[in-house]
């Protein structure tokens, strides 16, 4: 192509200038990422060809001397060129920013400001000499700007209008205008294949009220969802809110109830950063939610410290709480994780969570028994730990009362023979999880485990290694617990037993109970005991009710009267024991006394139990809670040896 101009006798010849601009977008186009932009491209090309002389224009009054044509068209020429260049260097003509983002509005002002001082500031001193006024660039700039701006958000505005919900998806109401709230309307209203459908948003800020979020209108507080519902029809409600406290959830959900909707909740945001759950992956809300509580904020750089590239070990990793602590274990990158149980099933599961598989052949699965002191320290001094997470324990209540010696051959021998093997191996960090049962304890459980935290202390004492205890309530969901145990009664068609209609208990979720231990590992001092700020505890035929009202069916309640040595409420500390958050604003410490392995007395247990269990009428608690008569030691002193 050539191209002649010539202006005040002189001429101008553009064929290589133009030559160079065409050749620039072969290039661009080879490298890829332009073809996708090249329609955004020229759109934007076009709105500069216009604007420059459109200011020209205004500039000269709607008179242009035909002087200036030649140093117009210049002006033009090297403004397309630009605009090209910079727009790739910003990546703006590259397809990596979303339609109409606020990514894109970035790009688009660097490349346009880039754009018109690299013309405009030549053109100061230019201007005279090719007949363009010198305020060109000032007057086409903001006009080119505006224009492109608006182009994108036209076609943002008619992408998103294609992308809108089937009339048949649930109208829905969202509750909560905030971030999280807004980032799921736009993704309910953008997604065809969404099942719901956002006709409106509540949120208790009045200042929110009449606000508008992707085209949907905050339509009042939780106080008007009635009225909400009326204006909208909708028939779900989605709680949008990060990390709702227990309390809010069940206010919204009887306000839901009562209004005829259901109630869903968002996936947490770990799982949406992790890939295992989108933001519209929405479920019914469960008792979880309703009685559980705020996950503790961990601290992120203290974990990885202790975790990355280190060798882990988990007893009992094929239960509830073994397993979801190998999972967050996993996380932090150790360079060996180490899975024992003494069930090859749950150990299968187990690595199938971890490594998605379950092949039960490779050396991270360890098929052992901790009642086992050899192959336990057999196993140490090989795979040679530098952490250890101790989960391996008999927990149900009622059973240990009836077969005391098993919690001693599990609960305090095999926490012992952990405990020795930890020594031999030089284990650096030893946690040992417990329980509430063991402060003040009544129970077999309480005491095997109040024994297994004195234990373990000892050998901190020994060591001069961070060997220590966490102590929490019930866990949510865990395997053979409360909530599940509802479950499968309300299934049956019950009737739902309940021991005490005003027996209250601690809760909390799985994946909380395992941050608290990865936690104090990190934060806890040798000896201690971490206890976490549970808030306050929920009364068990509450969720009794919650759980039958949930499942719409009509279970009849049975009270059945408080089982041997079971507390109605529930202690996190021993008396005597004083407690301070030194680290965490909600991890408590607390000392026990160290209790030397050789001061443990088998034949005393034995005899102690076989007493308790001819007396069990003396020893339960009255219907007001008061404590049964102190049971005495557990152990007593022998020379010390190991």
């Known amino acids: 192509m050539r191209v002649l101009v010539s202006e005040r006798g002189g001429g101008f010849r553009l064929q290589r200038v133009t030559e160079w601009y065409l050749a620039a977008l072969r290039r661009l186009h080879a490298r890829g990422g332009f073809a996708r932009s090249a329609p955004q491209a020229a759109v934007d090309l076009v709105v500069w060809l216009l604007a420059v002389p459109l200011a020209v224009w205004l500039r000269f009054d709607f008179a242009v001397p035909a002087s200036s044509a030649a140093g117009v068209v210049l002006v033009v020429l090297a403004v397309l060129v630009l605009q090209v260049v910079f727009g790739f260097s910003f990546s703006l003509y590259r397809g990596r920013y979303s339609y109409g983002s606020f990514d894109e509005v970035i790009g ?16 100061l001193f230019l201007g005279p000499t090719l007949s363009v006024p010198r305020s060109t660039m000032m007057i086409a700039t903001p006009l080119a700007f505006v224009s492109m701006a608006a182009s994108r958000y036209l076609k943002r505005l008619a992408f998103e209008r294609g992308q809108r919900p089937a009339d048949d998806a649930a109208p829905t109401l969202v509750y909560g205008a905030g971030r999280v709230g807004s980032q799921l309307v736009r993704s309910m209203r953008t997604d065809p294949g969404a099942r719901f459908r956002a006709v409106g948003i509540i949120d208790d800020a009045p200042t929110l009220h009449g606000a508008v979020r992707h085209g949907v209108r905050v339509l009042g507080s939780l106080n008007d969802l009635e ?28 306000r839901a109830t009562a209004c005829g909707m259901q109630v869903l909740v968002m996936p947490p945001f770990s799982e949406v950063l992790e890939g295992r759950s989108g933001i519209t992956d929405l479920r019914s809300i469960s008792i979880e939610d309703l009685v559980g509580r705020n996950p503790v904020e961990t601290d992120v750089a203290s974990i990885a410290g202790y975790l990355r590239g280190r060798r882990v070990l988990v007893t009992g ?11 967050q274990v996993e996380r932090w990158a150790p360079s060996e994780l180490i899975m024992l149980d003494r069930d090859e099933s749950a150990l299968q599961h187990v690595q199938l969570i971890v490594h998605g598989h379950g092949l039960l052949s490779t050396p991270d699965v360890v098929l052992a028994d901790i009642r086992d002191a050899e192959v336990i320290r057999s196993l140490f001094l090989e795979r040679r730990p530098d952490v250890v997470f101790h989960a391996a324990a008999l927990k149900h209540l009622p059973m240990l009362e009836q077969y005391p010696a098993e919690a001693w051959k599990t609960n305090v021998l095999g926490s012992l023979n952990v405990l020795r093997a930890a020594e031999a191996a030089g284990v650096e960090t030893f946690v040992n999880i417990s329980t509430d049962k063991a402060a003040n304890p009544t129970s077999v459980l309480g005491h095997s485990k109040r024994v297994a935290e004195r234990l373990t202390a000892s050998f901190a004492e020994s060591t001069g290694r961070r060997y220590l205890s966490v102590r929490f309530g019930n866990v949510l969901g865990s395997r053979g617990s409360m909530v599940p145990t ?70 009849q309640i049975v009270f059945t009267g408080l089982r041997p040595h079971e507390k109605l409420h529930e202690e996190l500390m021993s008396v005597g024991e004083a407690a301070q958050a030194r680290v965490h604003p909600k991890i408590s410490h607390a000392t026990v006394p160290p209790l030397p392995p050789a001061a443990l007395d088998r034949q005393w247990w034995d005899d102690h139990w076989r007493r308790e269990h001819t007396s069990d009428a003396s020893r339960r608690r009255s219907d007001t809670g008061e404590a049964t008569a102190p049971i005495g030691p557990l152990f007593v002193a022998k020379a010390p040896a190991r």
């Not at 990793?317 to 999972?327: T, Y």
Request: proline share 5%; hydrophobic share 55%.
């Open 486 to 555: 509802f479950a499968a009664l309300i299934e049956a068609g019950g009737p739902l037993t309940v021991t005490h209609p005003d027996i209250t208990r601690y809760f909390m979720s799985i994946p909380e109970a395992c941050q608290l231990v990865v936690q104090a590992g990190a934060i806890g001092d040798p000896s201690e005991v971490l206890i976490l700020d549970m808030g306050e505890p929920v009364r068990i035929l509450d969720i009794a009710k919650r759980m039958i009202a949930m499942s719409g069916k009509e279970i």
């Open 227 to 254: 009225f909400a519902v009326a204006l909208t029809g909708a028939t779900r409600l989605v709680v949008a809110i990060a990390r709702a406290e227990a309390w809010l959830l069940r206010l919204v959900n009887d």
């Open 317 to 327: 990793a094929g239960g509830s709480i073994g397993a979801e602590l190998c999972r």
């Open 108 to 123: 688009l002002t660097r490349s346009v400001a880039a754009t018109a001082i690299a013309v405009g500031v030549p053109l």
